[in-house]
């Protein structure tokens, strides 16, 4: 199966399991978290993407088995791998995209790359930010797990 098949279908199962993680089986309480400051705000991020990690994974082995994507576990592992660690990093922001100054990683870089008016002026502007950054690597990681390579 070539692998542009193999990644669009990863593609489809991550991102559907994307909307799952984050809305259906997240949490109220890490939802609300998450984007804390501490000890308990990283406990509550990573609690989340633990149970959003899982959620990609089921729907990545079940596409997997559906389909017949013959997907390779470690290839599979490592796109899961890139979609948690850069979930975890958007996700630290919730709640602090219109933070005046020092914020966290992501809201700085949203601001450092013209976004800082929009953020202001707009309630709604972070988590669309938040979504897009979301959707992008989504796709990278749907890639890594089809096997890799540009």
């Not at 070539?2 to 984050?22: F, I, M, Q, S, W």
């Not at 809201?107 to 950054?133: I, S």
């Amino acid at each position: 199966m070539p692998k542009a098949v193999r990644a669009t279908a990863a593609y489809a199962a991550l991102n559907a399991a994307h909307e799952v993680g984050d809305y259906w089986v997240q949490r109220d309480a890490e939802a609300g978290a998450k984007g804390g400051r501490g000890a308990e705000g990283r406990a509550a991020c990573a609690r989340h993407v633990a149970s959003y990690t899982a959620t990609q994974a089921v729907a990545l082995a079940a596409a997997d088995r559906a389909l017949g994507l013959r997907l390779h576990w470690g290839w599979a592992a490592a796109g899961l791998a890139v979609s948690a660690v850069t979930h975890y990093a958007a996700d630290r922001s919730g709640g602090r995209w219109q933070e005046e100054g020092p914020s966290t990683r992501l809201v700085r870089f949203a601001r450092r790359t013209g976004h800082k008016k929009w953020l202001k002026r707009d309630p709604g502007a972070g988590p669309l930010l938040d979504q897009a950054w979301h959707k992008g690597w989504i796709a990278v990681a749907a890639v890594v797990a089809a096997g890799g390579g540009w």
